[in-house]
């Protein structure tokens, strides 16, 4: 609790140049951060030579994320605290109490609870700085070794500068930007793994440029002088340009040259590179955005409301201070005989301006701070019932969903955009070769004892590979037929297995004999390798040359002719080998849109089966490739190969014709088969999107992966379904291309014939309020896929509102290629232009940024990565539990806040405005009606917890209801139940009660006298007949607001009203007196006052005028306009419990769409591998190669990672 | 074995518990607006305040009661008291008035003025209830702007409601015919609550009254000291003088009675006060002229519940009848929309089944 007022002054990360020792006070802090340096131009930094790179005052490698230290905590946190309106507003009361003239309540009245406040917070930000400081100083202390006077020394990460060599080993964390200098692997390549920076798993390769390349050893390293002059530091992950002096030659770097921090050395022994950026000029810490302190829309609504209630505040107080000096100049001058001024008032507008400030300070109880600190008891409430969740508890991971602020609970009820990455979330980031067709036909589907086809879950054992040694022993496979064919010598299967294990990229290690590991660049490729090494076509060893694989136990060695590589026009990739017996053979796998329009004619009727096949996978939302061989003879092959290295070796348009010349080999090849690949969806993702579209929220994915790959998923966890009329797919690569495809994609969705609404969820359209644009009510469901380089074109200003707008018509949306920077700036978008509430889901470092910047971040737990985790304000480990966090956590925390808030706001004016109107009677004297113990505790004892109560455990339906009818979710994000007008309402009846309870007893105390004859319209017993009317009247109220009754509300609410009375006796009794005379004066009041049957009457009619309208008007509003909660209720009275479950596992359904291909690895791969350059000279064996080519595929290779990451426009997936 | 048992613990640490509280699954009453509920609780209610109300207004009814303003009537009082030079200055002044109808039972005596304004904050805070209940004759703290005299003693008792007490004297004689004029035996006791006579209110302990007062002064407006306020009867004496002590005891609004005598039946008025001739006298001392105010005094008797006025009675009638009301026309409206709403149910339950 208490979490407010925690905004940082400025950004996340400062420059960690705050010297040893000397404390920056609240002002340094401000001076780093008003006084940045100025922006770089350009970043030079010379190797070896910290003299001269310390002119340019770079950031070191020290990261800081914490805010305060010991000295500037208190100044700086509480500056921070009173940045928030209400502490300030109660600074500023607690002030005005002191001053005697103005007092007219007791100065405990206000700074009790405030101190408590404050001290609360403090603790609660000085225990999370405390844990920034401990990971801040783990990651600053890790160790690495810096060349330093010619030798490798042992430093901490914070004390490496600018323009430090310094060495990274296997496995470790590249600690800063680093230019690449040289590596353990021939030709200064090494390979990296950015999982923490884009969330791709598969490796990347980075090369040294070739002049360093050959500083291998320490000596010569030590004399290394070049300098880097470079571009400042900057977010872009994919680009960096440079260059090197040295020997007075220039030689340019790009992001090939590169290593970045967050990254890890992975297959290399080692490397050294030259620290180019570092700390928080990174590209890591400059994508990892700022931390802002998140709020709710109903903290930022409070916020308002607190202002706007202090306006009223002046306004009351002005007219009461009117009434006042008129009063005083009327009535007040002539009864100064009884009772003359005080001694600094000497006119009647001088008092009445005292009595501004007098009843400022009365009726501040409109907003007391007990409001604040309840609102984070319940927060903290709703929060541990988040933890405490079975449902959302992974057995598997043992780990429970948690809560990691408190400050957010409502905001998972107003959820309209959920912003999801795909690997990892989705995905469980496995693939598993699932299925396949060979020759027409299917295996993989696993039948039980009766011939159906089983499901998940009741599998019999998988098949036995015990026969082959090296096979992979977590691959399974449940259908032994398969395995049968291989056994018995199918060729067709055995061809289909050689494909398998001879076309692709992969590369082999053996540590030891028998233990293999594939290095993919893609998990689909290594799934199917993996599928063929474990059906006896084991992919053992390669050289640029030859492929050697085990064919069932006898090792047959391939000579490798070409690798026709793949790109994203081809869709596909072959390789042409020659075997043992010289026969030349091209085996093809590709996307089945490509491959099967390439086939011989005769190959027709295999074509039908294996298409129904492909159908029926990609129904299941597998991944599928078809895979093709082609017999050439030697002649054919002699000539084309003469071909292409004729169209290598062109100097314009190259691309081009390597195409067409790979094109017409790749014709009339004979259908082998295909595969099916399950990108493994985490459980229960299709259910819960299904789940959450009904309930109106709209899920974007964001991902780093390929456009095909998103697709794909997309599909299978049924976002894209067959009712999606359109996809409508961007890849523009200029401004007006993305502008254009945008605009078409706009035109279309106009033009289509409104669809009729399918059922229930369309026909009930969102309140035109809502409408922002004619897009909104566009029929018929469509989706967008975009691209990460149109994306940016997208994002820029001019078109960011078009994008939006058209991606906002669109029922799904999937970015792909995406940076960890552009996934933010997209979840910013729609916060800035919607008003809407965003969740961003994800689950790697890549994620973070992201998880920030959305109002909620979900960080998924249990992964490896905890970056995410501890961005997050949520976390799981399954996407699953999403539709539970929002559908029954959200929901309810919403429901509780609202009524909440609307209840204290009610309790509050109806215990204020009584003080208004005695002012009328008590010639505006700032006189209090209630006696200021009561004041002091009402909000504290008598009325705070039965409202805690409600909002901690309150419940309009059961849970499980909310499930089922995901349309409860709608009230929370059209933010129906608190806003301004319930506010106003919840105000206007606070009045009323207010009205009532004070002129109620006025009438009927003006004349009645009690049953002793006495008076009965004294001050005391009038106090004491208000209040308890008052105590009584809010204690119903709950009552009736309490929709859900335990036995905790019981307790509380009898307990509250038992407290009140016990109080009330206690402070009225003779002994407290007797002690404190002149602080008790209200001895023998409450005996005396509550003994008149008068009061008692009073009391009554008073309750019962305040409740029945409010009764009557929820009874009508019930019968009249039921919504729906109150529906779903009564419909529960009504019919007997149905036995029924929804969300059950469909049959996965045959889908139209079929071109979910597997392939995820990078062109230009193949080139690689045939120059052998990524091989090891000892595990070759040939000596000879390396002098084959220069540098020119690495040119080429460079220009086309440049331009490539582009194809021309795709046809939309389905049309 | 053990160690699955420890291993399983180790499981369910991180599970969370599987209590009631911590799953949301507290047994509750669900609260839900029934028709056949909300319509009867209307309809209970409505019979009570109706009951209620009725009975409030008969006995409000047979409350007799008779007020007479005097401000006027002793215009030349009121006139005298303008200015304070006048203080010594006797000055009294005869009200007569006509009973028509005997007051049966208990009679009570009260002053009623209009427009003091006992609540105002800083006369209401002006008091030491520490000197007041004897402990602390010197204990003035609160008592601004009446706390000492011009030479520095406190005041007893301090402050300004003390200062400005009601000092009027007023005295009821029935006038048996044109001859005999018989003043009408008065009770001052039992006027105060009796917390307040005997707990909030106590003279300081001394033989002697006047003795244990020395060391203060008189409030400035006294024309006597407090402890020569009632010189028979010690018990009314000092702090513990009735009329003082009602005084003491802050009206709610700018109007009030408070309660002055109250009638000893005996002899002619044990049945009450008979109808016939009477008159006030009365002593003029307390101003009100100033501020615009006015006094009265009140004669009135009491029902059971107290001197209840006719509008809670009134209120009453008209929330019960209201209520009726309301819950007839609820009644007629849940009545037509009944079948609507089955019928929507109906359509609710089969589309959620579609869907």
Redesign the interface.
Known sequence: MGLRGAVPSCGHFFPCRVSHGIAGTLLGEMALCAKKRPPEEERRARANDREYNEKFQYASNCIKTSKYNILTFLPVNLFEQFQEVANTYFLFLLILQLIPQVS?LSWFTTIVPLVLVLAITAVKDATDDYFRHKSDNQVNNRQSQVLIDGSLQQEQWMNVRVGDIIKLENNQFVAADLLLLSSSEPHGLCYIETAELDGETNMKVRQAIPVTSELGDISRLAKFDGEVVCEPPNNKLDKFSGALYWKESKFPLSNQNMLLRGCVLRNTEWCFGLVVFAGPDTKLMQNSGRTKFKRTSIDRLMNTLVLWIFGFLVCMGVILAIGNAIWEHE?GT??Q????W?EAVDSAFFSGFLSFW?YIIILNTVVPISLYVSVEVIRLGHS??I????KM?C?KK???AEARTTTLNEELGQVEYVFSDKTGTLTQNVMVFHKCSVRGRSYGDVFDVLGHKAELGERPQPVDFSFNPLADKKFLFWDPTLLEAVKMGDPHTHEFFRLLSLCHTVMSEEKNEGELYYKAQSPDEGALVTAARNFGFVFRSRTPKTITVHEMGTAVTYQLLAILDFNNIRKRMSVIVRNPEGRIRLYCKGADTILLDRLHPSTQELLNTTTDHLNEYAGEGLRTLVLAYKDLDEEYYEEWAQRRLQASLAQDSREDRLASVYEEVESDMMLLGATAIEDRLQQGVPETIALLT?ANIKIWVLTGDKQETAVNIGYSCKMLTDDVTEVFVVTGHTVLEVREELRKAREKMMDSPHTVGN???CQEKRPSSKLTSVLEAVAGEYALVINGHSLAHALEADMELEFLETACACKAVICCRVTPLQKAQVVELVKKHKKAVTLAIGDGANDVSMIKTAHIGVGISGQEGIQAVLASDYSFSQFKFLQRLLLVHGR?SYLRMCKFLCYFFYKNFAFTMVHFWFGF???F???TVYDQYFITLYNIVYTSLPVLAMGV?D?DVP?QRSM??PKLYEPGQLNLLFNKREFFICIAQGIYASVLVFF?P??????????????????????VTVATSLVIVVSVQI??D????????HFFIWGSLAVYFAILFAMHS?GL??MF??QF?F???A??SLA???VW??IA?TT??CI?PV??F???K???K?DLSD?V???Q???KKRA?HRCTRRPGRTSSRRSGYAFAHQEGFGELIMSGKNMRLSSLGLAGFATRSGSGWIESLRRKRSDSPGSPPDKPLKG | MTKMKKTSQI?QS?????TAL???Q??????????TG?LS??FA?GAF?LG?GII?ILSAKSIKEIEIKYTKICANCAELRED?INFDKECTCSIPFYLSETMQG?V?L?YKLY??????????L?R???Q??G?DLK?V??CA?FSKSHNGTPIAPCG?IA??IFNDTIILSYNLNSSIHMEVPMLRS???????KY??FRNPSAINLSSAFTGTAKPP?WSKPVYELDLEDTENNGFLNDDFI?WM???????????YR?LNRVQYFIEGLPAGNYSFNITYNF?VT???GEKSVVL?T?T??????L??GL??TV?GAV?WL?AFS?MA??LM?KEK??L??ER??T?????
């Open positions: 007219s009535v002539r009864f005989v009884y009772l003359p005080d007098s541990y019932f933890n405490w969740d079975r508890f057995v043992q780990t429970p009904l059922g229930f969820t309810w009677f008590c010639g004297s700032a006189q455990f419940q849970e089922e009818y109620l006025y009438g009927v105390f003006a004349e009645a006298a009690r049953d002793d004859g006495a008076q009965l319209a004294d001050y005391q017993s009038f106090a009552g009736l309490t929709g859900y009754w335990t036995a905790i509300n003779d007196f007797r005379p002149n004066r001895v023998g009041n005996q005396s008149q049957p008068t009457l009073t009619l019962v005028v029945l009764v009557a929820r009874f009508l019930l019968s009249l039921p529906t209720r009564y419909s009275l009504v019919r029924q | 499981c991180k599970l969370p518990d599987n911590k799953q949301q507290l047994p509750a009453y669900r609260l839900q607006l029934s028709a909300v609780g209307f209610t305040c209620v409030l304070a208990n009570y009260y427009g003091f304004y006992q609540n105002l904050y800083r006369y209401i002006s030491s209830n520490s007041l209940v402990t204990d703290g609160n702007p300004a200062n400005s039992g006027i105060t609550w009796w917390t307040d707990v909030k407006y009602v005891r802050t009206a709610a609004f700018p109007t009030f009675k408070k309660l109250r101003p100033r501020f615009k009135s009491l059971w519940s107290g001197g209840s006025s509008f809670l209120a009453y929330t209520t309301a609820m409206i849940h929309l709403r089955t929507f149910i609710f339950e589309e959620r089944d579609r869907a």
